[in-house]
């Protein structure tokens, strides 16, 4: 058999994840994790803060939920029943920064922790940091003009 | 009333966004690292664009707690920040917007490497 | 060009030991292995060591019911997954025994087999060679996918490296279930460059294998009780059957593949099935050697397969290779 024969082969038998079953645990878990931080900005807001500061205390909060969830060991497996219900939240951001943490603290705290913390998160922060910045010079120049 | 509609339109939202991403990784050959780049880097955008904004006024957490909030709401940092300090704050912008939740998990996730080891993954 | 070695001196396999972790103990043949460790840190600090200390643990066993020392064995082949094959150097360097180092990805357990039964065929008489092979779930994680805690999907045709290891004590002889002929393999580029889908990466390996070694020796698979592949898992063992019958080669009734046969299919999570190199060799221990121990099969073919390849390879887009070597293993005598 030759190679792009095999190939489509491969590719046509490959068992499709379960989409509709993915997207039904993404939706309501998702979807929760959502109405949880709402939730939260609302008890902050009624504690007195203002709504900005209420929204980053609720990333906080539910960064410090994912991290902890991630260090008993929970995390990945609701993330294998949830998938983008949980990736795509902040929850999922800060999964892949505790992660590689604990995983290298046989490496050490710098060369291990320090250096590997980055390795899943890292692109995330580089590209959102270099279109802010693309958006801050694009929007400087709009407002040489404006 | 009005916090429970607020919460549904969040859950509603944040659903359908989730349900967006679990799309790209099940049909795509997209790895969850590209996706996320894809969502930060939208946010930024429709952040830029003035989309953002209402969409949060909208959806509240709906928005702002997936990825898509992270862009947005550096969009909208650095756009203040360059108001205030000029083509400074192109530079200073992005980070300080995303320095509560980036901050958070850097010290979470350490005292969670002191406090805790790591479990074999379960079939289970 | 490949060819099949007939060993002038059959090659026994007297003793030999396996042990696994916890998903392998719960899998269907958990009762076969002779240990296991829950925790899967075999008392180490880490997994790398875990795994050391796994590789140390199965020979020491392997050892010991054949009542014999460290000092009693002239050659030690043993190999892992881990980055420069440490996990083999860590765990038997106190052991003294004159060691080769082997990489074969998951076909290390065959690798080793093969090249300890050349070696004792061109080596004193009374020659004694270990045979060494493991992998650990936690640790191959680590070095090729992602951290353990993170939270991911994967997809259904991914496998699941299994932590276990296999020790196996060789000499010249017959007695033992003995190796008689064995065939280095070619490493074949089938072109499928998705590490989630291994054994479509290694499947036409063990087909060329296979269709090789039955040409060779003027065989066909009726004179096997069994032919065994390593970790093709469910997809990969689908499309060797079918690779296969588009050379005319039917094995369906005879095949086998140990990543089939270390979890519950019915287990969604190890998805297409077991791999890594201590799947094969715990199970060639506990299960098939066992099976010839018993007389239930008398002439098998085992044939661990090795997907190769890096992390950095696969990300710069190279294909994943596969090999199969192959040895043929003969009931004993007594």
């Keep these: 058999m030759e190679t792009k024969e095999y190939q489509a082969l491969v590719k046509r038998r490959a068992a499709r994840s379960p989409v509709v079953k993915n997207c039904a645990a993404a939706f309501w878990c998702g979807g929760l994790i959502c109405a949880l931080g709402q939730l939260l900005i609302y008890l902050y807001t009624l504690a007195g803060m203002q709504r900005r500061d209420a929204g980053t205390l609720t990333t906080i909060t539910l960064v410090f939920i994912a991290a902890l969830l991630?260090?008993?060991?929970?995390?990945?497996?609701?993330?294998?029943?949830?998938g983008a219900g949980t990736l795509l939240p902040v929850t999922?951001?800060?999964n892949s920064v505790v992660s590689p943490a604990i995983d290298n603290k046989s490496e050490g705290l710098i060369l291990g922790v320090g250096a590997?913390?980055?390795?899943?998160?890292?692109?995330?922060?580089?590209?959102?940091?270099?279109?802010?910045?693309?958006?801050?010079?694009?929007?400087?120049?709009?407002?040489?003009?404006? | 009333m009005e916090l429970l509609l607020s919460l549904v339109r969040a859950f509603l939202v944040g659903?359908?966004?989730?349900?967006?991403?679990?799309?790209?990784?099940?049909?795509?050959?997209?790895?969850?690292?590209?996706?996320?780049?894809?969502?930060?880097?939208?946010?930024?955008?429709?952040?830029?664009?003035?989309?953002?904004?209402?969409l949060e006024k909208f959806a509240g957490a709906g928005v702002s707690v997936p990825l898509l909030g992270f862009g947005g709401n550096i969009a909208r940092g650095v756009k203040e920040a360059v108001v205030e300090k000029g083509l400074l704050g192109a530079m200073t912008g992005p980070l300080t917007a995303a320095a509560g939740g980036t901050a958070a998990a850097l010290v979470f996730g350490y005292l969670a490497a002191l406090i805790f080891h790591g479990k074999p993954k379960s079939q289970t | 060009m490949q060819s099949v070695i007939e060993l002038q001196k059959p090659v026994e396999i007297f003793s030999s030991a396996s042990a696994?972790?916890?998903?392998?103990?719960?899998?269907?043949?958990?009762?076969?292995?002779?240990?296991?460790?829950?925790?899967?840190?075999?008392?180490?600090?880490?997994?790398?060591?875990?795994?050391?200390?796994?590789?140390?643990?199965?020979?020491?066993?392997?050892?010991?019911?054949?009542?014999?020392?460290?000092?009693?064995?002239?050659?030690?082949?043993?190999?892992?997954?881990?980055?420069?094959?440490?996990?083999?150097?860590?765990?038997h360097v106190e052991e003294q025994i004159p060691f080769f180092g082997i990489y074969g990805a998951c076909s290390t357990c065959t690798e080793g087999l093969l090249l300890a039964s050349l070696t004792l065929n061109a080596t004193k008489e009374q020659n004694i060679a270990a045979c060494v092979t493991t992998s650990h779930n936690s640790a191959a994680e680590r070095q090729f996918r992602t951290p353990i805690e993170y939270g991911g999907q994967r997809t259904p045709t991914a496998q699941w490296t299994a932590t276990a290891g296999g020790a196996f004590l060789l000499r010249c002889g017959t007695r033992a279930p003995h190796i008689v002929r064995v065939m280095p393999g070619v490493m074949v580029d089938g072109g499928i460059s998705d590490p989630n889908n291994m054994g479509a990466a290694m499947a036409p390996s063990a087909a060329a294998s296979i269709v090789s070694y039955l040409r060779l020796t003027h065989t066909r698979p009726a004179d096997y009780d069994a032919i065994v592949t390593g970790d093709l898992g469910s997809e990969g063992s689908e499309l060797l059957s079918i690779l296969l019958k588009t050379q005319s080669v039917d094995i369906s009734e005879k095949h086998l593949d140990c990543g089939k046969l270390i979890y519950d299919p019915a287990n969604a999570d190890c998805h297409a099935g077991g791999s890594g190199c201590g799947c094969s060799a715990s199970l060639l221990s506990a299960f098939f050697l066992k099976k010839m121990g018993a007389g239930e099969y008398r002439r098998i073919l085992f044939l661990s397969t090795g997907a190769l390849m890096s992390p950095s390879s696969v990300q710069q887009g190279k294909s994943i290779l596969g090999v199969a070597p192959v040895i043929e293993i003969v009931r004993g005598e007594n």
């Design chain 1, 116 to 146: 590997k913390i980055f390795t899943v998160a890292g692109p995330v922060l580089l590209y959102a940091t270099l279109a802010g910045v693309v958006w801050g010079v694009v929007y400087f120049i709009i407002t040489l003009f404006v």
């Design chain 3, 20 to 91: 696994v972790g916890k998903a392998e103990f719960e899998g269907p043949l958990g009762d076969c292995f002779d240990f296991h460790d829950e925790s899967e840190k075999f008392g180490q600090k880490t997994w790398e060591l875990a795994e050391s200390e796994l590789s140390h643990n199965v020979l020491a066993l392997a050892l010991n019911k054949a009542q014999l020392s460290h000092s009693d064995v002239s050659f030690l082949f043993s190999g892992d997954l881990q980055n420069q094959c440490v996990a083999s150097s860590c765990g």
């Design chain 1, 92 to 94: 999922g951001f800060a």
């Design chain 2, 15 to 54: 659903g359908v966004l989730c349900v967006s991403a679990q799309l790209l990784i099940d049909l795509t050959k997209l790895t969850p690292a590209r996706i996320l780049v894809l969502y930060v880097t939208v946010g930024v955008l429709i952040g830029a664009l003035g989309i953002y904004e209402p």
């Design chain 1, 70 to 82: 991630t260090g008993i060991g929970v995390f990945d497996r609701i993330a294998r029943y949830a």
